[in-house]
């Protein structure tokens, strides 16, 4: 297993980084506590949860992730040290978390105490806000004309995150969480979190995770850029695009318990002719060069300039290892300009 650095924290984290959002609904402890010692065995060091998970996020599922982790916590308690957490707090509009309402510095303190307890652990490696308090163009609203930016007001949303990071300093002053991150968000919203922290002596921002795979590249260059040269840690979720880049979901096939079977909070907005042709293309890829489509996929993410660890998540062992292995594998000149080619085809397919 190769490490990196998260952003400016000082820490090396794994090159895999074990995601854990189906544990509480598709799978069980059993399967979570099998799932974390076989990546713990691999050199997995790095582990990511929210208070919102499992998914689809519901009242009934929402803590049950971060219960789960917990529960292997009091057995494992000496294993704590050699794992980096990260949990995120849950953004604005869900009705059954706080009300629905934006994230404050109260609701970080109190959220933050939450995660505490259901985790069964005294500190938070990273803790990260789920999504910002305003719209962004994520989930399929990165098309023009879908957000209105003029709409927003600059100074209200400034003085939102100058709240938050005071909420966060207050937790970071008690020793409840070491460092701070991003999720779902954009250079504007990296850039005055970073302006913020250093005018008031707040803590610093030190990783941004954000959608990112073959199939859905909007970071690129402009996002990821900002991350290498400001010392941000750049983390994708969904390098297979929600399952998408396995092609487990070709000519309309939806295996039984699979993710696109669930309800989805924004929709399977992943569905489109688009997304099915360059799936075909890849696979085909993949099965001439002798690995999986998913360790193509897995493969190239990891390879990409300026990312630092790729979020996985698996609802099988097998998947799980199929994925983990994915990270020993260097991708031949000709496999890359295989994928360039198809990507240059389309480069946007949702």
């Known amino acids: 297993m190769q490490y990196s650095p998260l952003g400016s924290s000082g820490v090396d984290v794994s090159r895999v980084c074990l995601g854990s959002m189906t544990w509480g609904l598709q799978n069980t402890q059993r399967d979570a506590d099998e799932q974390i010692a076989y990546a713990l065995s691999k050199g997995v060091n790095f582990i990511d949860t929210a208070e919102m998970y499992a998914v689809p996020p519901s009242p009934d599922t929402y803590g049950k992730t971060e219960q789960i982790i917990g529960d292997w916590f009091s057995r494992n308690q000496q294993k704590r040290s050699d794992i980096i957490l990260a949990t995120k707090i849950a953004g604005n509009g869900l009705s059954w ?151 487990k979901y070709l000519n309309g096939a939806r295996p039984e318990g699979s993710r696109w079977t669930f309800m989805q909070r924004n929709g399977i907005f992943r569905d489109t002719p688009n997304a099915e042709q360059a799936t075909k293309q890849y696979v085909e890829l993949a099965h001439a060069n002798n690995i999986t489509p998913a360790q193509l996929a897995l493969a190239w993410c990891n390879q990409v300039d300026g990312v630092t660890s790729s979020i996985i998540g698996a609802t099988s062992m097998a998947q799980l290892k199929e994925d983990i292995d994915a990270f020993d594998i260097t991708l031949s000149d000709d496999v890359l300009t295989g994928i360039d080619t198809i990507f240059r085809n389309n480069p946007m397919p949702y």
Request: aromatic share 8%.
């Open 97 to 247: 978390v706080r009300g629905g309402g934006n994230i404050t510095r109260q609701s970080v303190i109190e959220a933050v105490d939450e995660s505490l307890k259901r985790l069964q652990t005294d500190y938070i490696d990273l803790y990260q806000l789920h999504w910002p308090n305003r719209s962004t163009p994520h989930f399929g609203r990165q098309w023009p004309g879908m957000l209105k930016f003029t709409n927003v007001n600059t100074q209200e949303h400034q003085a939102g995150m100058l709240d938050i990071l005071e909420g966060l300093n207050d937790c970071v002053k008690a020793g409840k969480i070491k460092h701070c991150g991003l999720s779902d968000d954009t250079p504007w919203g990296i850039s005055q979190f970073l302006n913020l922290a250093k005018e008031h002596n707040l803590p610093r921002m030190v990783s941004i995770q954000n959608e990112f795979s073959l199939a859905h590249t909007k970071d690129w260059p402009y996002l990821i850029e900002q991350c290498v040269h400001e010392d941000i840690a750049y983390l994708p979720w969904s390098p297979l695009a929600a399952g998408l880049l396995t092609g």
